[in-house]
């Protein structure tokens, strides 16, 4: 209950959604609460604008998404990166050592995609499934989990340290292989 408590105020979409329906005013200049990753990082003081602008020409010239630059720069830590990198895209960022996905949900999904794809399904809340993401999940993914569980996907955002800690904890090897596919789920395999 606390984890989704946690969700809902911190994704700007059910935040709003739940201030409505107490008959809170909600401010539309607010906008999606999306920021550049880097200004939220200057903006809470983690680094300054010239780090901000090393740490992006480092990633360039190395191929690295800006988290994993600060974080090999030694600007800030993995936790406070993945927040800023999910702000940036406007997800939820979640702690997954304060939750425990549901066996159900687990069962539906097979191991190859959770590994594949750095993701960790957690539950099911309001009808929608709600997947830990190390990064931003493409559309494929999000309709192959549909076709899966039955549910949209939602997607909250983790370490991917954390997310693969949970696959490793929740998937272990010779486990959850063997998932039924429904129908419309290509796997690629003939």
Do not use: W
Not at 8 to 24: A, F, I, M, N, V
Not at 107 to 121: E, F, M, W, Y
Request: glycine share 6%; aromatic share 4%; charged share 30%.
């Amino acid at each position: 209950e606390l984890a989704r408590a946690m969700l809902c105020l911190t994704d700007p979409e059910r935040k709003r959604d739940y201030d409505e329906s107490l008959g809170r005013e909600v401010d539309e200049a607010a906008g999606d609460g999306k920021k550049p990753m880097a200004r939220v990082l200057v903006e809470r003081g983690v680094m300054t604008k010239a780090q901000a602008k090393e740490a992006e020409e480092f990633a360039e010239a190395r191929g690295l998404s800006l988290r994993d630059a600060v974080v090999q720069l030694k600007l800030t830590d993995q936790e406070t990166a993945t927040e800023a990198y999910a702000r940036e895209l406007g997800r939820p960022y979640v702690d997954l050592s304060q939750m425990i996905p549901d066996d159900a949900v687990l069962d539906r999904v097979p191991r190859s995609t959770v590994k594949q794809n750095a993701i960790l399904p957690l539950f099911i809340d309001d009808e929608v499934l709600l997947v830990a993401c190390a990064y931003e999940p493409s559309h494929e993914l999000e309709e192959e989990i549909q076709l899966r569980v039955g549910a949209p996907m939602r997607v909250v955002m983790a370490t991917p340290l954390a997310v693969n800690q949970g696959i490793a904890k929740y998937y272990p090897p010779g486990t959850r292989e063997n998932v039924e596919e429904p129908a419309g789920v290509r796997t690629g395999k003939k």
